[in-house]
């Protein structure tokens, strides 16, 4: 009995199974915190090379990880958990990155300054512009395109694998021809770079939660709130970047 | 009717299709390689030509075929990429046709040498535009001080043949320029020879026409190879610097210089400073400057204990003369103080090996003039002492510190660090005492004293760490070893000159003089040697076991040599002599485990540790000894630390950690020291170490959203085995203090602050509050004396920003405390200081800024009709000059009221006294500044936002 309720059990997965195939990457976060201060406009020249001459030597870079599942309909992006140290860990902030491509719809679960966002929205691919500059990573030869994100001020450079061919990628990213295998903020910023590379028959857990606590805003409610605390901080001389998800 | 309006229906429904197929067109097209194999799964990709935005984009189907159907009429720019050839792109205009069939699309292989090469070995970006080839020197690793010509010989494709002679792709590059531009006419060596790589930010080899087709404008086909070489913006090197110089009135003078010089490898600088306006030595900044990429240094301390696996910034001790720089120890409000100060530092830094080496000098010369009052409490009496006191200090230090780190590898770390000052200082005293019965200072003179002491001392202290690192593969687990060599040594000479009155039954005539006329000469060297372990595992995922061991061994030498200065000249004083010895040695093994998980951290720990004293006395060098202190003592301490980060920027944190001090060498030697024969110390070799146990318990909370921030906590210690002064006071006022263990005093604080902004970005309110409460026992005249102190302290800040040009920031505060003295009930005291401040700053047009900062301070004793209140008003007007804001010119006004003394009264043990110190007041000041950096100046308060 338990035989053939197994085989009905894997024959009423099948069909599911077989929509399932896809990659789980995982991507090794740098975000290097001192260049951030080069961005606050209150303080002077001095100060900025201040903090260059005495922390920039010594920036190696917050470190951290995110695992991105992806089929050729949908993808989610989720942080990691930090690895054991030794050291002082903190707590992981929830983030979640969740897309349908057939339905071009997003839900993205974010903390921000202490409370929980769901944004959900249709998916409005970012306006991307494909350069004549190639690099391997991860063995996949990745072609350049760069675009702009005019809220958080920040130069953005993607490098995707045509090799690859899903339209996803870490984070916020997507929308070009093949996987976004790394993403380079402002020149060097924050670095996310694909260190593993996964080829799945079925990629387990790419679903929403069933229970998202938040409030929930539209991609334009997202970005009038982030703009508004970037330039009110900025006002107040406090610098918005620890707060936010950069 | 009807058949005109179908008509017209008819014509627009013709009208409106075809508008449509104007508006929109296909296209289509198929991939091959070179043999016309097709290309399937080859991404086609559409942008605009203007700036290459991505437009849409497909994949070639198992044949190689592709289409686009409905795209909009524009020009396109068709993009076709496939693995391991090279990308195809062509600008497309559909102008009025349909469909667009692009026919087979044939790519190029790339040169397989050039792609496995650059791609797979280097990992390096490579661009390629139409027939340039660009390479990112970044990736390709050349030695320092290498020529362009080095890195070159590692460009896949390119070679440099014996002579110099550059080949690209096998043909001989004919032209080299440097951002576009010929670099010594036609000799192609001159600049790959000559530049440095490390200027370089970009080489692009491509094809030129050749001089005689450009000249004749004719395109004859002949094209000759051309290697660019793009130099970097800024290749990174330069110095800053700042000047500052001011004279004033009451010959008020005050400069400073620093220098920095950097590249990306080294930097050096220098500072010099002088004051005499009380402005003291480097300030945070200067220190940041002077110091560069080495300020602040994580892990350099070697004395492993529970959260070893914290690191942390450690700046040496917090005693006055440490092996280190002080930096940011502020203005000095006591007395009037010279400052002198200059030194030179040097950095190499690179990811792997670190080096720092400085030289620092500073003196200090104080002038410090002081009126105090204290009463001291006794069983059902008092008594009162007026001092009027001046001293002339004289002090110098010179240090030097070396620093090296190595990674060894990506596993193992070495920091060796050396820290050295030497030191001298001189130091006249003189005070005129008086002492009265009872608790005011009119009623019954009892004794009167004069004293003199002139000393000289010179020191020299260096301080030596090695510490090793090493990492396990196993992420975690991690080893570490410490040692360290302390020397210590120092000579001093002190003349102590007093003549003491005692009156009993006369108010103007002595009953008895004692005078006091000795000289003191200390040698003493202390050596020490340490050395530490610590060894973390981890385990379960989530939990961390770490294990320490110290040792410690530490020797004392020391020779105090006492004469007594008479007519006949000096005899030795036996009584004060002394020599002595002392090991004590330390041992200490602790292990404990961390649980940390996402944002909780619990630690918990135990150590046993050990100290053993072993001193010898002797009267003098040479002599037997006659006296011995051989003591053990043995404890366990516990430690627990909690750290949460909660949801909503909450932080939760506490701990219960027990503590351990060894008596002073000082408090143990069985010695009389009555070189102040109204104040006689005892030593007393029975002294056990102190132990502590303190509590603490805090939660902290900011609000990023609406930039509200509160934190609150509560900490309390608890002393067993004290050690504290007892007190014996004769029937002359003569008081003979003696080292005790006592167990008992205990303390205990809680504090709160609260802070919003009233008008976001505007205005901000901020309060505070702290209560504290102190119990101290000290034995009087064998009566065990309990001092309890209760303080209650409150202060409001507000802050009004409204603009640019105008802002305003004030504060009040205030502080109470109760005393309450066992022995004297009625003795209450109750202390109250009050402040209040603001400061304004204004824009003015031009470049002018004004400041102005006033303060109140009031300090209050009803029972002693103690009531002394200090306005301070500063002002100061100042505009930026010169190009770029490098130059400003300042006039101030310090203390504009005249009023600043320095003003502190307290009430401890069985006391309560008030101080005044005579200080630096009003003056007026023009100084100017040079700051190659820019004088950048806001009406905004510095030290937030970041």
């Known amino acids: ?191 996310m770079t694909a260190s593993k590379v996964e080829k799945v028959a079925a990629v387990e857990g790419l679903e929403l939660p069933k229970k998202m606590k938040g409030k929930k805003l539209t991609t334009a409610e997202y970005d009038q709130m982030m703009r508004k605390f970037i330039s009110d901080s900025i006002k107040s001389r406090r610098n918005p970047y620890w707060s936010i998800r950069y | 009717m009807k058949k005109t309006l179908l008509l017209l229906f008819l014509c627009l429904n013709v009208l409106f299709v075809k508008a449509q197929t104007a508006a929109r067109f296909n296209l289509k097209g198929s991939t091959v390689d070179t043999a016309g194999a097709p290309l399937p799964e080859s991404t086609v990709m559409l942008l605009t030509p203007k700036d290459s935005t991505l437009v849409n984009f497909a994949r070639t189907s198992k044949d190689g075929t592709f289409e686009f159907k409905n795209l909009k009429r524009a020009s396109y720019l068709i993009k076709v990429t496939y693995v391991g050839y090279l990308p195809y792109q062509k600008e497309i205009n559909p102008k009025d046709a349909e469909t667009i069939d692009l026919g087979k699309i044939s790519m190029a292989a790339m040169d397989q040498n050039l792609y496995e090469v650059v791609i797979k070995t280097f990992r390096a970006p490579l661009s390629i535009k139409g027939d340039t080839i660009e390479y990112d020197p970044k990736a390709f690793k050349v030695p320092p001080g290498a020529s362009v010509e080095d890195l070159i010989r590692r460009l896949p494709g390119l070679q440099v043949d014996q002579d110099g002679t550059i080949k690209a792709q096998g043909e001989t590059v004919k032209r080299v320029t440097v951002d576009g531009k010929r670099f010594f006419g036609d000799d192609t060596k001159a600049a790959t020879k000559n530049l440095p790589a490390e200027a370089i930010s970009k080489v692009q080899v491509f094809n030129e026409k050749t001089e005689q087709s450009r000249i004749t404008g004719v395109d004859d086909g002949k094209h000759e190879k051309t290697l660019n070489l793009e130099l970097k913006d800024s290749h990174k090197k330069g110095g800053f610097g700042k000047a500052t110089a001011g004279i004033g009135t009451e010959k008020r003078l005050e400069g400073k210089v620093n220098y920095n010089r950097f590249n990306d490898k080294n930097q050096f600088s220098i500072i010099g400073l002088g004051n005499n306006t009380n402005q003291g030595g480097m300030s945070w900044d200067d220190y940041q400057d002077f110091k560069g990429s080495q300020s602040f240094n994580w892990g350099d301390d070697g004395d492993f204990g529970f959260g070893g696996g914290m690191r942390y910034i450690s700046f040496g001790g917090d005693e006055e003369e440490s092996l280190t720089i002080q930096a940011g120890r502020g203005a000095q409000n006591r007395g009037f103080n010279k400052n002198w100060a200059g030194g030179a530092n040097y950095n190499f830094d690179t990811k792997k090996t670190k080096f720092n080496t400085s030289y620092y000098y500073n003196q200090t010369s104080q002038d410090l003039d002081a009126t105090s009052r204290q009463t001291n409490f006794l069983t059902n009496s008092a008594f009162t002492k007026l001092d009027t006191n001046g001293r002339r200090n004289f002090n110098e230090n010179h240090r030097g510190s070396l620093r090296f780190e190595k990674n060894l590898d990506s596993l193992n770390t070495l920091i060796v660090l050396s820290n050295m000052r030497i030191g001298n200082g001189t130091s006249n005293y003189f005070s005129h005492q008086e002492y009265f019965r009872g608790d005011q200072d009119t009623t019954q003179l009892s004794n009167m004293s004069d004293q003199r002491n002139i000393s000289d001392f010179n020191s020299f202290a260096l301080g030596n760490t090695a510490i090793f690192r090493h990492k396990f593969k196993k992420k975690g687990r991690n080893f570490a070893v410490s040692v360290a060599y302390n020397v210590n040594n120092s000579t001093g000479k002190v003349i102590q000159r007093s003549t003491n009155q005692f009156f009993r039954t006369s108010q103007t005539v002595a009953d008895s003089v004692l005078r006091i006329n000795q000289t003191n000469d200390t040698r003493s060297l202390r050596n020490q040697v340490k050395g530490s372990l610590l060894f973390m595992e981890p385990f379960a995922k989530k939990f961390v076991m770490e294990s320490f061991y110290n040792f410690s061994l530490k020797s004392d030498d020391v020779d105090r040599d006492v004469f007594d200065v008479g007519e006949g000249g000096q005899t030795r004083n036996v009584n004060l002599s002394r020599y002595y010895t002392n090991k004590s040695t330390y041992n200490r093994v602790g292990t404990g485990v961390r649980y940390s998980h996402n944002g909780l951290n619990i630690a918990t720990g135990l150590a046993v540790q050990q100290i053993q004293l072993d001193g010898k006395f002797a009267i003098d060098q040479g002599q037997p000894f006659t006296n011995r202190i051989d003591r053990k003592f043995f404890n366990f301490t516990p430690n627990i630390s909690l750290n949460f980060d909660l949801k909503q920027n909450r932080y939760l944190y506490g701990g219960y950690q027990v503590g351990v001090s060894e008596p002073n060498i000082r408090d143990l030697q069985p010695i009389v020291d009555n070189s102040n024969p109204l104040y006689i110390r005892v030593g007393n070799p029975n002294l056990s170490p102190t132990t502590n146990h303190s509590i603490n318990l805090g939660y902290n909370h900011f609000n990023p959203g609406n930039f509200t921030q509160m934190f609150f906590g509560a900490y309390y210690n608890y002393y067993k085995d004290q050690v504290i002064y007892s007190q014996i006071v004769d029937e002359n006022l003569v008081t003979t203090t003696m080292a005790t263990n006592i167990s008992g005093g205990k303390s205990f604080n809680l504090y709160g602050n609260y802070g919003f902004p009233i008008v976001k970005t505007k205005s901000n309110f901020n309060v505070n509050a702290s209560y504290n409460r102190g119990t101290n026992l000290t034995n009087i005249n064998n009566e065990l004396n309990r001092t309890t102190n209760n303080g209650y302290n409150m202060g409001f800040r507000l802050d009004y920003t409204p603009s640019d040009k105008f802002t305003i920031y004030t504060n009040a505060n205030w502080n109470i405390t109760d005393t309450k003295y066992s022995i004297m009930s009625g003795q209450n005291q109750k202390i109250i200081n009050t402040n209040y401040g603001a400061e304004m700053n204004v824009r003015l047009p031009k470049d002018i800024y004004f400041n102005s900062r006033f303060s109140y301070n009031s300090y209050v004793n009803d029972r002693y009709g103690f009531d002394q209140k200090m306005p301070i008003l500063n002002l100061s007007v100042y505009k930026t000059m010169l190009k770029s804001k490098k130059g400003e010119i300042r006039l101030s006004a310090f203390d504009l009221f005249n009023k600043n003394r320095g003003i502190s009264q307290s009430a401890y043990q069985n006391f309560v006294s008030q101080e005044q110190v005579r200080t630096l007041a009003r003056y007026f000041m023009l100084s100017f500044t ?10 905004r308060r510095k030290g937030f936002g970041y």
Not at chain 1, 1 to 17: D, E, N, V
Not at chain 1, 46 to 58: C, D, L, P, V
Not at chain 1, 59 to 67: P, Q, V, Y
Not at chain 1, 131 to 155: F, H, P, R, W
Request: aromatic content about 12%; charged content about 25%.
């Open chain 2, 930 to 939: 040079y700051n190659m950096r820019g004088v950048a100046h806001s009406v």
């Open chain 1, 1 to 191: 009995m338990k035989k053939i309720l197994a085989i009905a059990f894997a024959l009423i997965a099948l069909p599911g199974l077989a929509q399932k195939e896809g990659l789980v990457v995982t991507y090794d976060k740098t975000f290097y915190w001192i260049k951030i201060f080069d961005k606050l406009n209150y303080l002077s020249v001095e100060e900025k090379s201040r903090i260059q001459t005495s922390w920039g030597a010594n920036d190696e870079g917050d470190k951290s990880k995110g695992k991105l599942l992806v089929t050729a309909d949908q993808s989610k992006f989720v942080d990691m958990e930090q690895e054991a140290d030794g050291g002082y860990r903190g707590r992981k902030s929830e983030y979640m990155v969740f897309r349908d491509f057939v339905k071009g719809t997003k839900t993205e679960v974010e903390e921000f300054a202490g409370k929980m966002y769901v944004i959900e929205d249709s998916l409005v691919v970012p306006s991307w512009k494909v350069m004549n500059k190639i690099k391997d990573i991860g063995g996949y030869l990745c072609m350049m395109a760069v675009s702009e994100d005019t809220v958080k001020g920040q130069k953005i450079t993607a490098w995707f694998a045509n090799d690859l061919p899903y339209s996803a990628g870490p984070e916020r990213y997507f929308g070009l021809p093949g996987l976004i295998l790394e993403v380079d903020i402002n020149n060097g910023e924050l670095v």
